[in-house]
Nanobody
Framework: QVQLVESGGGLVQAGDSLRLSCTAS????????MAWFRQAPGKEREFVAT???????YYTDSVKGRFTISRDNAKNTVYLQMNNLKPEDTAVYYC????????????????WGQGTQVTVSA
């Protein structure tokens, strides 16, 4: 069983940037796909981006060109660089692992972190 811990969230203004990190312990990422999801108050958890162990990436349309997912397998860490943040990006951000790529549904992911809050003010 892998444990995932997210960090890097915070309160920023529209147009600012943040970089989220998610580090795994318990076992290595191996060939798992890694992903970021987010959940705003009163809304369902939604897919943001995923990265295959090879480095291939896939994004939801609303973040394309603004967010970049990357991974450092040696450090067991996946990152989400978020630029030009908008108020609608406000949510709790979660990382997760899957043996399926690309997968948008939460059901494809078996390990989840506790989340990190991102708040973007107008």
């Amino acid at each position: 069983q892998v444990q995932l811990v997210e960090s890097g969230g915070g309160l920023v203004q529209a147009g600012d940037s943040l970089r989220l990190s998610c580090t795994a312990s318990g076992r290595t990422f191996g060939k798992d796909a890694m992903a970021w999801f987010r959940q705003a108050p009163g809304k369902e958890r939604e897919f943001v981006a995923t990265i295959r162990w090879t480095g291939s990436t896939y994004y939801t349309d609303s973040v394309k060109g603004r967010f970049t997912i990357s991974r450092d397998n040696a450090k067991n860490t996946v990152y989400l660089q978020m630029n030009n943040l908008k108020p609608e990006d406000t949510a709790v951000y979660y990382c997760a692992t899957s043996d399926t790529y690309p997968a948008r549904g939460t059901g494809a992911y078996r390990n989840w972190g506790q989340g990190t809050q991102v708040t973007v003010s107008a």
